[in-house]
C-alpha cells in the first residue's frame, strides 16, 4: 500500500512558478515509477511528466517540456515537480500516481494503482 500526498499548489500570476511536492508512506517507494498528471475542469485527464524508480530515466509532456521538470528523492520518498513560467493553460487540479510499472505510468494511466488526493494550480494573467 502506498499513500500519496500532494502539496504546494497555489495561485500564481502568468510567468510565476511553483514547486508541487508528492510524499509517499509505505515501503518499497523506491520501487515505483511515478508520474505528475492533470486536469483541467471540463477536461480530461492529461500526462505532464513521469520519472523511473531510480530517477535515470524521465519524460515530460510536450506542452510542459522546458518549463516543466519532475524530480525524485527516495531517501525522503518524495517526487517533485517544479514548474516555471506557468501560463493559464496550465491551471489544473495536478495529481502525483505510482506505479510499479514505468510503462503503466506512461501509457495506461487508467491502470495506475496509487493517486494522491489532488493539489490546486491557478495561473491568472
Known amino acids: 500500500q502506498v499513500l500519496l500526498v500532494e502539496s504546494g499548489g497555489g495561485s500564481v500570476q502568468v510567468g510565476g512558478s511553483l514547486r508541487l511536492s508528492c510524499a509517499a508512506s509505505g515501503r518499497s517507494f523506491s520501487r515505483y515509477a511515478m508520474g505528475w498528471f492533470r486536469q483541467a475542469p471540463g477536461k480530461e485527464r492529461e500526462f505532464v511528466a513521469a520519472i523511473g524508480s531510480t530517477g535515470d530515466s524521465y519524460e515530460h509532456a510536450e506542452s510542459v517540456k522546458g518549463r516543466f521538470t519532475i524530480s525524485r528523492d527516495n531517501a525522503k520518498k518524495t517526487v517533485f515537480l517544479q514548474m516555471n513560467n506557468l501560463q493559464p493553460e496550465d491551471t489544473a487540479v495536478y495529481y502525483c500516481?505510482?506505479?510499479?510499472?514505468?510503462?503503466?505510468?506512461?501509457?495506461?494511466?487508467?491502470?495506475?494503482?496509487?493517486w494522491g488526493q489532488g493539489t490546486q494550480v491557478t495561473v491568472s494573467s
Open positions: 500516481a505510482a506505479d510499479l510499472s514505468a510503462i503503466v505510468v506512461r501509457n495506461a494511466p487508467g491502470r495506475i494503482v496509487y
